[in-house]
């Protein structure tokens, strides 16, 4: 009998692990239908703006002839480039080098914190708001709805700079690591549509 | 090794069991057992299936005199929305969401949902989605009066100009009811992609698994898009902006195209899991197989594909041009095909079968007799030139109706009696489950049929008063939506008692195929003692095969 | 065996055939008076498809009622049934019948929507995406050859409409003559253009089969041929807020000559302020119901017009509209 119990025991811990890991593929997974689901969301934006872009007859407020262009293109290519650094922080972590990881995902968080900042100062800079008609109000609702998943982003990014602290926390697998440098390419993805909508189309 | 599992490891039978009414208070704690979350999931829409049929109740009292003299137009305005609201986002998507949560796991031969907390999180936004809609009525200005589609830009008029008002709450809850649902189709999604027992290929899934997943595939495509509308048309609403705002340049109709974008696929994620029970009862009582399973689980991805393409079918009348009119009736029409194809399958699996008529039977034929008739008039509406016709007419409240109730409903029905024995372990009682039956199949001829000729008189949906030639018909239909009310009393009544007191009714009552039918009634947690290894496909009715390998298999296949 | 199955099944499906029939015939009896050249189209389409849906209705219930007579297992019977798993010919069969239905349906439908043409041409080349909408409406309107000869193909008449919450107003442009009721010629290709002053509304009468959206900063053209007289009733069809059901007017369509004569009769009366239903519930502040409402969008004030009708100040008067025969 006691042996019986034993060997159950060892079963049992054997699926727990198998478990473990399967949970983490499940994870991955899950995380990857849900980021193709908030595509859609962005995709819906986008097809409103493009609507209301070639169907309105005043679609800048008064006053406004165009958006600057240079600032959010230093921003483009600051946040784009961004995706790679977060790449090589990958890279570090899966050689085992912590140093070199945090380096890196600190250096991503600085480039997304700069794109946040030029963001900041291009919407204090402008004349019109959010509800100056189709354009003010497409326009705020955009960057600011892509400005929120940057923030986001960034969140992620410092919880697994700290967790990268807690000794052992890389034995049971990467994901939320991986999970965060998807996150922040999609939101890479993202902008460069949005920048090509907004500033390219005008 | 081999005879460990032959006899249950007491660490997993002394566990619990989710079902039994000795402990009843788990249903009350943020529980992670998938069971006890669907039967959540399953017991608090069925509440606002009452609260939203009260608002039904009181409209068809208002309904029965032409004059407004029950209630002021405002309120009746508010009582359509929110019974509209109620019924869809708090009973139908709740309610099948959780007879998904319970059966898919079992069926597929997994422990559990793949992220079983995510799943308490979604189903305790649902009561906090119905206390904001329940709260709106006690704000100022009343309850959402615009419909449940809240086209701007009536549903961004505020005439209170309070900022909390009846709409903004309504938003609000909408939005929450979408994230729920979001993350029950990523969860449901992974579930059924990544945790089916070894051996359960895709050809061996059962049609009721492939009619889920194509129910929640649609929400991860739809629901986005509608949230993207939604948070412009709160915009309009409470910040100023003009996205749906006419009078400030913007453009209405544009709303539309994102809510039907959504609320057309949305009505498929309602039937699809109702059609994927009638697959799994019709079998287990006629004792056939599914007739051309694999075309009948593939239609249901056909639906999800097609029903992308068709929102504008709900648009005839408004500003679109005559090439988007015609193009989306076209599409429209192709979606009967894919349900054809389950509608003959059906019959011909009951045909030449050894046919039950228990109750669960019953529901299920009565949802498929509902069927055909409700896709009938689904494609003369698909139709533009007839559509315009009985556009916003009771015609299309009577084609709805005979599916969400007729259909839907009746399938929810169904699937409760079938796998009531398997979640409580008792058996309900078959006479009240008939005279349930009776009632319900009675009542919702008498009140849904009357509403086709009075569409086709041309009297407008969504009025509190009309013109004295529609009184015949909306006499008897009140009458029948009474009759349809008194319906569930049978229903409470059985599920109460036979819960509590019913006989037992071991662990697979009707002898049906089904790994969900291969664990202990109710199920344990984790639900089965060792996962199974699934040999051969669904419904093997008159087969003589065994659904799972035995002991002795299962070491076979797994030496290498 | 097969051959009696044969001849079951054709029998079935024979007097499947005569009760569509039947019922395509009935179904012209399910409707307001057929009073446009619209509404004739209408009527006989929708025939065609109550005939189908009968026939299909009716295919689909018959073996299913065969199998639950006949098909029942015996009371202590709990063998199980032949364990047949599908037949590709059948399935093949049953996916491509629907094909050719679905198809043929949209086709007719297409042709009587084309015949019907009530998108006026003004809608058609509007304001959004105008290199968008120039296929479909691009060919002339054909006429059936059945029609009376008398029918004007050319829109001759045409009457501005605005919907508010919550009145209709008609404006006659040529006569300058304003009223809160519809009045047309018998016979006469109209043309409504259709304008909101606030929210959504929806230009719908039964007794013509057509409905259009008015939308607010829109204009839209909408066309249609009355071709009986008498008074119909014109509803609003999309929901617009408080007093939407009450939002409701008549047409009168009448004889060339009294149409004309109604005409000039209005245009000779001074303009004063028509009984509106929505503005005198308002004003009622809504004593007589059980349950009182909250607050709501203030009616828009009576329009003032040179013609109202008579019978307006009892609102839902007529039992039967198309007995008040005029001109
Ligand atoms: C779950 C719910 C559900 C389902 C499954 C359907 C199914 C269908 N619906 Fe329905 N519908 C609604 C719920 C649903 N609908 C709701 C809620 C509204 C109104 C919303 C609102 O305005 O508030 C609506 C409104 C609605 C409209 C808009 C009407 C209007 O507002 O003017 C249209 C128009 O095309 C339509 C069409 C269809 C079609 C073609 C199907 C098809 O799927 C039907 C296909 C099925 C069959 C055809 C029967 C089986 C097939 C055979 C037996 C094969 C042989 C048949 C043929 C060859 C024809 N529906
Ligand atoms: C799944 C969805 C669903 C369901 C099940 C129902 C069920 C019913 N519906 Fe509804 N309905 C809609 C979805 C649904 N409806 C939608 C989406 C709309 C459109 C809204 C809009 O236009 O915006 C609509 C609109 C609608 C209208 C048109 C209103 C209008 O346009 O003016 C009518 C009118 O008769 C109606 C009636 C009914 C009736 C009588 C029932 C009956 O089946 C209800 C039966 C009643 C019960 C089941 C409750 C019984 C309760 C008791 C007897 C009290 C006991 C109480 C306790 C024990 C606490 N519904
Ligand atoms: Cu196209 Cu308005
Ligand atoms: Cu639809």
Redesign the interface.
């Known amino acids: 009998m006691t042996v019986e119990r034993a060997i159950a025991n060892q079963t049992e811990a054997r699926i727990r692990q198998e478990q473990a890991h399967e949970s983490a593929e499940n994870s991955k997974f899950g995380f990857i239908v849900f980021l193709l689901s908030e595509t859609m969301i962005f995709l819906g934006l986008f097809a409103g703006y493009i609507t209301y872009k070639t169907t309105t007859t005043d679609w800048y407020p008064a006053g406004v002839t165009g958006l600057e262009t240079r600032e959010p293109l230093m921003n483009t290519i600051v946040l784009v480039s961004s995706s790679f650094v977060i790449y090589v922080a990958e890279r570090y972590l899966h050689d085992r080098k912590l140093w070199g990881f945090r380096i890196f995902l600190l250096a991503t968080m600085a480039m997304g914190g700069y794109f946040l900042w030029g963001q900041a100062v291009e919407w204090r800079g402008l004349t019109f708001g959010f509800t100056d008609g189709l354009f003010g109000g497409t326009f705020y609702l955009l960057t600011g709805f892509h400005g929120l998943h940057v923030l986001t982003g960034i969140l992620l990014q410092s919880l697994m700079l700290g967790r990268s602290f807690i000794p052992g926390n890389y034995e049971s697998g990467m994901f939320g690591v991986e999970a965060t440098s998807l996150f922040w390419h999609f939101v890479d993805v993202i902008w460069i549509v949005l920048y090509t909508l907004i500033y390219v189309w005008q | 090794?081999a005879n460990?599992s032959l006899e249950p490891?007491p660490?997993i039978s002394a566990q619990p069991y989710p079902g039994a009414p000795d402990n009843w208070r788990r249903f009350f704690t943020f529980s992670t057992d998938h069971k006890v979350i669907g039967i959540q999931y399953i017991v608090t829409s069925f509440f606002f299936f009452l609260v939203g049929g009260t608002f039904a109740m009181i409209m068809r009292g208002e309904l029965i005199t032409?004059d407004?003299?029950?209630?002021?137009?405002?309120?009746y305005?508010?009582l359509f929305t929110m019974h509209g609201s109620v019924m869809l986002f708090l009973w139908t998507f709740p309610v099948l969401v959780g007879i998904g949560n319970y059966l898919v796991p079992l069926m597929i031969g997994a422990?559990d949902m793949?992220?079983p907390r995510l799943n308490a999180v979604s189903f305790w936004m649902i009561p906090i989605v119905g206390i904001l809609m329940m709260v709106s009525f006690l704000v100022?200005?009343?309850a959402s009066?615009?419909?449940w589609w809240a086209?701007p830009?009536?549903s961004i008029?505020n005439?209170?100009g309070n900022l909390i008002n009846g709409q903004f709450l309504w938003l609000l809850a909408v939005a929450l009811s979408g994230i729920s649902s979001?993350m029950g189709?990523?969860?449901f999604?992974?579930?059924i992609?990544?945790?089916r027992a070894p051996g359960m290929t895709w050809f061996r899934t059962p049609a009721f698994v492939w009619s889920v997943l194509a129910a929640q595939l649609i929400q991860?495509?739809?629901?986005?898009?509608l949230?993207?509308?939604a948070?412009?048309l709160l915009?309009d609403l409470s910040?100023?902006?003009?996205?749906f705002a006419?009078?400030?340049?913007?453009?209405?109709?544009?709303y539309q195209h994102?809510f039907w974008?959504y609320s057309h696929p949305a009505v498929y994620v309602m039937v699809l899991p109702a059609f994927g029970m009638f697959s799994e009862i019709l079998p287990v009582h006629?004792?056939?197989?599914l007739?051309?399973?694999?075309?009948v689980a593939v239609s249901s991805i056909l639906i999800t594909l097609i029903s992308g393409v068709v929102w504008v079918h709900h648009m005839y009348?408004?500003?679109t041009?005559?090439?988007m009119?015609?193009l989306f009736?076209?599409t429209t029409?192709?979606v009967?095909?894919p349900s054809?194809?389950k509608?003959?399958?059906w019959?011909?699996t009951?045909?030449?079968?050894?046919?039950?008529?228990t109750t669960p039977m019953l529901f299920a034929?009565g949802g498929?007799?509902n069927w055909?008739?409700a896709g009938?008039?689904g494609?003369?509406l698909g139709?533009?030139?007839?559509d315009?016709?009985v556009?916003?007419?009771y015609f299309v409240v009577g084609h709805f109706h005979y599916v969400l109730y007729g259909v839907i409903v009746f399938g929810i029905f169904g699937g409760i009696y079938h796998w009531f024995p398997k979640i409580t372990g008792r058996m309900y009682y078959e006479g009240l489950g008939k005279l349930h039956f009776v009632l319900t199949f009675a009542g919702t001829f008498l009140i849904f049929l009357p509403m086709h000729?009075l569409g086709?008189?041309?009297m407008?949906?969504?009025?509190?008063?009309?013109?004295?030639?529609f009184a015949y018909w909306n006499v008897v239909a009140s009458l029948g939506g009474f009759l349809l009310g008194m319906a569930t009393l049978p229903f409470i009544l059985n599920m109460v008692s036979a819960w509590i007191r019913g006989e037992p009714a071991g662990n697979n009552p009707w002898?049906a195929y089904g790994l969900e039918w291969l664990t202990s009634s109710p199920p344990p947690v984790e639900n089965f003692e060792e996962i199974p290894t699934v040999i051969s496909p669904p419904?093997?009715?008159?087969?003589d095969q065994p659904l799972i390998a035995t002991n002795e298999h299962q070491e076979a296949t797994q030496v290498p | 065996m097969k051959l009696r199955a044969i001849i079951l099944i054709s029998i079935m499906a024979v007097l499947d055939g005569l009760l569509s029939v039947w019922m395509a015939q009935q179904s012209y009896s399910w409707f307001p008076p057929q009073a446009s050249a619209e509404a004739k189209l209408y009527d006989q389409l929708f025939s065609i498809f109550v005939g189908l849906g009968t026939f299909i209705w009716v295919g689909v219930m018959v073996p299913i009622f065969y199998s639950l007579i006949f098909h029942r297992a015996a009371k202590y019977d709990a063998s199980d049934g032949p364990a047949i798993a599908g037949s590709t010919t059948l399935e093949v069969i049953w996916t491509l019948i629907p094909v050719v239905i679905v198809l043929s349906l949209s086709l007719v439908s297409y042709r009587t929507y084309d015949k019907m043409g009530t998108q006026g041409p003004e809608t058609l080349v509007h304001l959004h995406a105008p290199h968008l909408m120039e296929s479909a409406y691009a060919e002339p309107v054909e006429r059936e050859p059945e029609e009376p000869a008398s029918v004007e193909t050319n829109p001759v008449e045409s009457v501005d409409v605005t919907a508010k919450q919550w009145a209709w107003v008609f404006h006659y442009p040529e006569q300058d003559v304003t009223s809160t009721e519809l009045h047309l010629p018998v016979d006469r290709r109209v043309r409504l253009v259709l304008r909101s002053e606030d929210v959504l509304h929806g230009f719908y009468v039964p007794a013509f089969r057509v409905k259009q959206d008015v939308v607010p900063n829109h204009t839209i053209d909408f066309e249609f041929t009355p071709t009986r007289t008498g008074t119909y009733r014109l509803r609003d069809s999309m929901y617009s807020g408080a007093y939407f059901a009450a939002n409701q007017s008549n047409v009168v369509v009448q004889s060339p000559q009294g149409y004309q004569q109604w005409l000039a009769m209005a245009a000779s009366q001074t303009p004063q302020p028509a009984y509106n239903q929505a503005a005198d519930e308002y004003s009622q502040n809504n004593n007589n119901v059980a349950v009182r409402g909250w607050k709501r969008v203030v009616p828009a004030p009576p329009p003032v017009v040179n013609y109202a009708p008579r019978y307006a100040e009892e609102p839902e008067s007529s039992d039967d509209p198309e007995n008040h025969l005029e001109g």
């Open positions: 090794m460990i490891t660490s032409p407004a003299d029950l209630v002021d137009r405002t309120v305005n508010a422990r793949a992220f100022p200005g009343g009066q615009s419909g086209y830009p009536v008029q005439p209170t979001i189709a990523v969860n999604v992974t579930t992609f990544k945790m991860l495509y739809g629901l986005p898009v949230t993207a509308g948070v412009m915009s910040f100023g902006t003009s996205f006419p009078e400030r340049g913007g453009n209405p109709i544009l994102f974008f006629a004792r056939k197989p007739f051309g399973y694999r075309v009348a408004s500003a041009p005559g090439w009119r015609m009736m076209v029409m192709l009967a095909v054809g194809i509608v003959f399958a019959v011909a009951i045909w030449g079968g050894k046919i039950r008529l034929l498929i007799i055909v008739f009938v008039t494609i003369f139709s533009v030139p007839i315009i016709h556009n916003n007419t000729p086709l008189m041309g407008p949906r969504r009025v509190a008063s009309y013109d004295p030639e002898r419904y093997g009715y008159g087969q």
